[in-house]
């Protein structure tokens, strides 16, 4: 065996510290869901509250280009003959 000791304390220390971090992330998830259920309960749609908490998270430029480039992207779609149309001209 080697005679390099391994500071088995330290390493308690550690791993106990990241499980009670765990352990608080899934009681704050609890909570974030309780708060989501309050929120549809009273006839708000969750779906949309977490859009817009997610578009809250991006920075002002970020979300006007996607914003454009979704803009861009539907008027694009909408302008573009559907593909039931080509095969119907094809035949």
């Not at 908490?53 to 302008?79: T, V, W």
């Amino acid at each position: 065996m080697s005679d390099v000791t391994v500071p088995g304390g330290r390493i308690r220390s550690f791993v106990e510290r990241i499980e009670n971090i765990d352990t608080e992330l899934q009681e704050l998830n609890e909570q974030k869901k309780e708060v989501f259920a309050e929120a549809k309960g009273e006839g708000f749609d969750v779906k949309i509250l977490k859009e817009i908490i997610k578009l809250r998270k991006q920075d002002q430029d970020e979300r006007d280009e996607r914003e454009g480039l979704l803009d861009l992207y539907m008027r694009a779609m909408e302008s573009a003959p559907a593909e039931n149309e080509k095969v119907a001209k094809a035949a």
